[in-house]
């Protein structure tokens, strides 16, 4: 809430880790031969407030045990939250906001999400939302969300009596143990650098022989 409302000890913070996050990011998209603009979550924060407020006089958004909502689909699903009872803002206000920019900003016509499984039902409700505020016409601009499955990570452990204990979860990146992509890009070079070193001197399943092949690879830090 401090960062929305534009604390100057948070956002010299948040600055600071942004500028950090950038040139560890810029190193994967260079690698992946990636080019991308930067509108992150924080470039709609100016237009939270005026939004909800437009919202509120509109009779769209209501105030329901304290946090201001949209209702939207069957009348047992959970509200669309766009104002928490503290005052701050959430994903899906964010979400409309930036929906509301695509659309008249940016002109597009066809917009796709992609996000795991998980967060199916929120972006069903962002979609009726936008529809309900006026923000989108599904004549004009197509929303789609193309969802993944969870990504899952399997830890071992070793208990008391000597066995090993396996568990599977999803991963959590906030709790900092997920696995970096720069070191799944590294397995996927190595493994494909092992199949095709095994296939050209003619093992394994489908080998061949590649006469005079040369095999050259970038190091970690160049790819």
């Given amino acids: 809430m401090k960062l929305q409302s534009g604390d100057k000890a948070c956002l010299a913070g948040w600055k600071m880790?942004?500028?950090?996050?950038?040139?560890?990011f810029q190193k994967v998209y260079d690698r992946l031969d990636i080019k991308l603009s930067e509108v992150g979550e924080s470039f709609y924060n100016p237009f939270l407030g005026p939004m909800v407020k437009e919202?509120?006089?509109a009779g769209i958004a209501v105030e329901?045990?304290?946090?201001?909502?949209?209702?939207?689909?069957?009348?047992?699903?959970?509200?669309?939250?766009?104002?928490?009872?503290?005052?701050g803002f959430g994903y899906a206000a964010t979400d409309l906001a930036a929906l509301r920019y695509r659309v008249n900003e940016v002109k597009a016509d066809r917009i796709v999400y992609v996000t795991?499984?998980?967060?199916?039902?929120?972006?069903?409700?962002v979609f009726e939302g936008g529809a309900k505020c006026g923000f989108v016409?599904?004549?004009?601009t197509k929303l789609d969300h193309m969802m993944f499955g969870m990504v899952l990570q399997e830890t071992?452990?070793?208990?008391?009596?000597?066995?090993?204990?396996?568990k599977t979860e999803k991963i959590k990146t906030r709790a900092g143990k997920?696995?970096?992509?720069?070191e799944l890009l590294d397995e996927a070079r190595d493994r494909a650098l092992q199949s095709f070193e095994e296939r050209a001197a003619g093992k394994g399943?489908?080998?061949e022989q590649l006469d005079g092949a040369k095999v050259q690879v970038q190091g970690k830090e160049e790819m």
């Fill in 55 to 57: 919202l509120k006089e």
């Fill in 137 to 140: 016409d599904a004549k004009k």
């Fill in 205 to 207: 399943e489908g080998a």
């Fill in 116 to 125: 795991d499984v998980g967060q199916e039902l929120h972006f069903k409700q």
């Fill in 156 to 166: 071992v452990t070793v208990g008391a009596d000597g066995k090993e204990v396996r």
């Fill in 17 to 24: 880790l942004c500028q950090l996050s950038r040139l560890e």
């Fill in 64 to 87: 329901d045990q304290g946090a201001t909502c949209i209702f939207v689909g069957k009348k047992k699903s959970p509200p669309l939250m766009v104002q928490k009872s503290d005052g």
């Fill in 178 to 182: 997920s696995v970096k992509l720069a």
